[in-house]
């Protein structure tokens, strides 16, 4: 099928124009400039701020003008992953869709309905003439995937509205009502080189899941960094291990889906045959959830230089002794997870070490817990330690006005009553909200799968029924 087919017909147009823009995080020029040319040619008035995001405003629609004005707000950036047997570039590349029944994913690469199909939402709105809405700012961000720059650069006094409504959800029967935050942690040395004394092993792991590193952090999903350390550690205390490389996932908020790692050992024969018992074992505790993974373990050809047996030691045992995965599930909330870590990212390339970690909270104390608790383990391996892009979390109001009204209207146009939550993924409201905290704030959104990963998808009905939502909301917006 033609996306261009698929209804409604506005926002998948404008979801395929979007994503013919290379818009990976960090890198966002393009996408920028798309989105100021798009409020421009509609007459609106468009600004960009001093760290990128694009502002867009349009007048109520004749009769809504004593409406509270709203803000809707959508990243432009997308997790740029790949599978590693595709060819593609994220900054000169458009995406490359593909219909799979009710399901819209693309070419082996994310699709980037995180956060596109929300973008792609409020670009119809804002070019629509037939659709009730009070005054709106269309509020589109930069960067939030790695570092939520944009939110956290929105100076004070920037935004007029009342209500904003976040649409970056990815169950289309929830209303998200409050977020975690979270912190970078990243542990760094450099170690001297010397000769391998052994012989030469490789250890590849591929076929993980991934997925959201708060979202799917309680699913069990294997995580390739993990899974490394523990063959790792199966020869640490008598095959006087050298690491030469690692090279273990990727972006901090994706589980790593692989990792390769190449290393000298005393005996490969021996070394193999020890850690093929554990692999046989991990095969059989993921066999539910990884139906693709894949290790494999052999002799190896290398003629790099190796950090020394003592250095090798001292990060495969941070591997292993670090957190990963669900660190607190939350005491208020029944099934949410409080707070977490993810392994996300292990790099070993002569003799320079990166270790990557996002650590995520509602509660902003019990982040400072897990990242303190990682910083701990690391120092003691010798690393250094450094704490970054630390964000706030977004406290529930579940009595809000706006939150009432949704579910009134969910509840009256769909039959059901909507799931009102609060999740563990790092949305911006929290941000928003520390500069606009008298702002009514909830986010929501079509359903998506596999965000932040290859498998990424969109649910075409589902789409269809979050935009029907949305232009009632709008039609419906309390008076001031």
Known sequence: ????????????????????????????????????????????????DDVGNVIIKKPATAGMENRKAVILQSHLDMVHQKNSDIQFDFESQGIEMEVDGDWLKAKGTT??????????????????????????????????????????????????????????????????????????????????????????????????????????????FGNANVILGRLLYTGVENQNIQLIEIDGGGLRNAIPREAVAILSVRNSAEFIEGATTLKNAILEEF???????????????????????NDSRMIILALKAAHNGVFRMSPDVADLVESSNNIARVELKDGNLRILNLSRSSVESTKFAVAEQLKSVFELAGMEVEFSGSYPGWKPRPGSDIVKLMEKLYERDFGAKPH??????????????????????VSFGPTIRGAHSPDERANIPSAQKFWAFLKEILKEIPKK
Not at 420 to 441: D, T
Request: hydrophobic share 40%; aromatic share 4%.
């Open 1 to 48: 099928m033609d996306i261009s087919q698929i209804e409604p017909k506005i926002v998948w147009k404008n979801f395929a124009a979007l994503n013919a823009v290379p818009r990976p995080s960090k890198k966002e020029e393009k996408v920028i400039e798309f989105i100021k040319n798009f409020g421009e040619n509609l007459g609106l008035e468009t600004m960009v």
């Open 420 to 441: 009102v939550v609060a999740c563990h993924a790092g949305l911006e409201c929290g941000i928003i909200g520390a500069n606009y905290p008298e702002m009514e704030m």
């Open 111 to 220: 699709l980037g309905a995180d956060n596109g199909l929300g973008v792609a939402a409020i670009m119809s709105i804002l070019e629509s003439n037939d659709i009730a809405h009070p005054d709106l700012e269309a509020l589109f961000t930069i960067d939030e995937e790695t570092g939520m720059t944009g939110a956290m650069g929105l100076k004070p006094g920037q935004l007029q509205g009342e209500i904003l409504l976040n649409l970056d959800t990815e169950e289309d029967d929830e209303i998200d009502i409050g977020c975690a935050g979270g912190v970078d942690v990243t542990a760094s040395q450099t170690y001297d080189l010397t000769e391998s004394k052994g012989q030469i092993v490789r250890i590849e792991i591929k076929g993980l899941q991934g997925g959201h590193s708060g979202m799917d952090i309680h699913k069990g």
């Open 287 to 309: 066999a539910a959830v990884e139906k693709d993974l894949h290790v494999n373990i052999e002799t190896y050809s290398s003629t790099d230089k190796a950090i020394s047996e």
